[in-house]
Every structure is written in C-alpha cells, then in structure tokens.
C-alpha cells in the first residue's frame, strides 16, 4: 500500500468534541435535526446540511451542498477549524466499553481502488455516489473518513504504540460513550515505509465514500488536476483486522406471506431446518439463528453440504437463511428492494427484535451470528460480493476531526 499525509483541517482542540459528529449515514434528518440541536458547530451541518433548509428541499440538490460549504467555511473563518502546517499521518482510537481499536489516518491513492490493491466486498447504489460525490466537490474537501482494515504487521504495531504513548490532540467521550483519542504522528517516512509491505486494504465501511473519492478524483482530473493533486488521494482510517469486530446484521420481515405462526414453523422444518424451542436468543452456534415469533424463541439449524462449505458466500448465515428459508417461504426474493424486509444493527440487540415483534412491526425476527472479519476479506480476496446487510460495525468513526482538502 502506498500510504501519503496530508495536511489536515481539524477542530481546534477546545472545539473537538463539539464540531465532530456521528457519520451522515447512519441517521435520517430528522435525527440529525435532532442531534444538532442546540450546537451551531456540530459537524453534521455540514455533512446533512439539508438540516438548515427547508423541509421540503430536496436534500441532492445544489442549495443543500452550498449550504454545507457555506458552513464548512464558518467553521474556518471562526477559527474553529484550523489547518496543520505540514503534511502529517494521524493515529485515532476508540475505546468502546473493553474494546479497542487504533487506526493510521492517512491518505490511499484512488488508483489503489481502481487497480484492486483496495478491495470491497459491497455492491453500492449510484444515488448514493452521486450524492457524496456532489458534496467532495463542492466542498474541495472529504469530510468523512472511509474504514478500511488491513492484515496485521508487527512493525505497523509498533509504530503505533510508540507513536500513541505521546500528548494527544485530542481525548475526549462522545455522547454515545465512546471514547475518541487522536495523535500527530512523528515518524511520517517509517510508517509510509512499514505500510509497503502490506498488500491490500480491505473496505469494512464506507463503500460509497470510496467510490465517491474515486469519482471526485476523476473528475478533477478530467478538470486537468495533476497527478500528485490532493484530489487524487483519499483519506482512510486503516485499522489492523486483529483489532476490529463485526457485530450482527438481524433481519426482521413484516409478515409471514399468508402463513401462521404455526404454518411457517411447519414449512421451516420441510425446507430442511432444525427447529427447538429456547428460552432466550443463541447467536454464537454454527449454521443457526435464533427466530422470534409472538408465541417466543425458537432455534433454526440447517445442514450446510462440502459444497456450500468451500464457498465463501454460500457457507454465510446470512445467505443460507435468505436462500433456504426467505425466498422460498416468506418471497423475500431481493432484500435489498422489498419493503416487507427491514434491518437491525446489533449494537440494539436483540431485545429490539422482540419489541419489534411485541408491537406487530414485524410478524418474524431473525437473530444472526456476526459475520467475521476473515470471511468478509475471503470474500473481497475472491472479487465477490457480499449479501446486503452482511456487517455492522462498532464503534462508529466520528466526521470532523480529520478534514481532507484539496
């Protein structure tokens, strides 16, 4: 990997706790409405900035992102943001609870992407490119770093801890109760040096963030950008895989397709599933979920054939379950398209599935066991793609600390 610093706008210290924000892509805008209020400097003023327009302005058009920079530039013109002399790598870490996770922030060239040394395992929606693409550049600027994991190197390990035992830039919690802790690194040449040996960069989260970069980058181009233009660089939190997590991805469909409770059971069982009765929700068995219907808890099991085993998509719970049981007994035959099918990140846990349930937002829930940080790089590794809603990643990395300019 060829790794480059950059000079970054970033909060001054006593604002960083205030400016930065959740990503623009886990919330509506009502939530970013609300978690705004009251704080003229957070960030999402300029990552949903449709929150200072009108209700009913469409939030993809040219008055949406001008009013992102128009606020991106307050934030400068208060001093709020300040701009490092020189070009710099960063370390960011979050604690979560017992977890623990440092990345290098830094900057990945967009040939990386486009040449496959940066390796993505989900499809993205051209809706969402156009949007983040727009809002690169209008702003000149990446406001959100992309999450990309990579296989660990115990040179890169070192580097990083030495580097970590300095006076941050920042340390602060954020109302979610993570903490968030940044440091300038020193040794710029070692760690670009150390990250040569590694081979590629795998996308965890942020695909349309990547391509977006991409296509920012190729536009400029086009606009006549030279080859070492800050536009064809894209800004990366690169953590080792070691240190990452994958929380599960549950499933919840609003109705069981005509059938009753007892009939989709029934069904179940001819379609070659194991099914028990159990007190509490299991996630951590092989080749099993746990379902929530109104009556309770019950345990699916399903044989998976050699096969299915040596395929990296196939083995998946999540593709056995949309396989095997989804498609053909609840006509879920798309989940990316069909409203009778919504998603809920694990970080609500499963007592969320038997809410949903309790009040008739969904007929059915499925507890899934988290997919792993090596089957979703097996799977990248294999140039496939991942079912949608595979992986759901905690904690969350916080926009406006580290700001890419070009």
Request: charge should be negative; aromatic fraction near 8%; glycine fraction near 4%.
């Amino acid at each position: 990997m060829k790794l480059r610093p950059f000079s970054a706008l970033r909060p001054a210290p006593e604002y960083a706790s205030s400016i930065s924000s959740l990503p623009y892509d886990v919330m509506n805008r009502e939530e970013a409405l609300e978690m705004a209020a009251g704080n003229p400097d957070s960030f999402l003023h300029v990552v949903r900035s449709e929150i200072d327009c009108p209700p009913e302005t469409d939030p993809h058009c040219a008055t949406v992102y001008n009013k992102a920079k128009e606020n991106l530039e307050r934030l400068i013109r208060e001093k709020k943001l300040i701009r490092e002399e020189a070009p710099s790598f960063y370390l960011y870490r979050q604690i979560m609870g017992k977890h623990r996770q440092t990345a290098v922030v830094a900057c990945c060239s967009i040939d990386d992407y486009s040449n496959g040394r940066i390796l993505r395992h989900e499809k993205t929606r051209r809706d969402k490119e156009d949007d983040r693409t727009e809002h690169i550049l209008t702003l000149r600027a990446q406001t959100g770093q992309i999450f990309l994991c990579y296989q660990d190197r115990e040179t890169v390990k070192r580097l990083v801890e030495e580097e970590s035992a300095a006076d941050p830039l920042y340390d602060f919690t954020s109302p979610d109760g993570i903490r968030h802790t940044v440091w300038r690194a020193v040794r710029t040449a070692e760690i670009a040096a150390a990250f040569q040996d590694v081979p590629y960069a795998y996308i965890a989260d942020g695909h349309h963030r990547t391509a977006a970069s991409f296509r920012a980058g190729m536009e400029m181009r086009k606009q006549g950008a030279a080859e070492d233009a800050e536009s064809n660089f894209m800004m990366a939190c690169l953590f080792p895989a070691s240190e990452l997590s994958i929380l599960p991805y549950h499933r919840c469909v609003r109705d069981l397709n005509g059938l009753t409770s007892r009939d989709f059971l029934l069904r179940a069982n001819e379609c070659g599933f194991s099914i028990s009765s159990i007190p509490f929700p299991e996630v951590s068995l092989d080749h099993s979920c746990s379902v929530r219907l109104p009556e309770g808890w019950y345990r699916f099991s399903w044989p998976i054939t050699e096969k299915q085993a040596a395929d990296p998509i196939a083995r998946l719970d999540v593709t056995r379950l949309q396989e095997d049981l989804l498609a053909p007994i609840l006509n879920i035959k798309d989940p990316r398209i069909d409203p009778r099918i919504y998603f809920v990140g694990g970080i609500r846990g499963t007592t969320a599935l038997e809410e949903d349930v309790a009040k008739g937002n969904a007929a059915v829930a499925f507890a899934m066991r988290p997919t792993t940080i090596q089957q979703m790089m097996a799977i990248a590794d294999a140039g496939e793609t991942m079912p949608p809603k595979s992986t759901w990643f905690e904690p969350k990395l916080r926009s406006g600390l580290l700001i890419h300019t070009f």
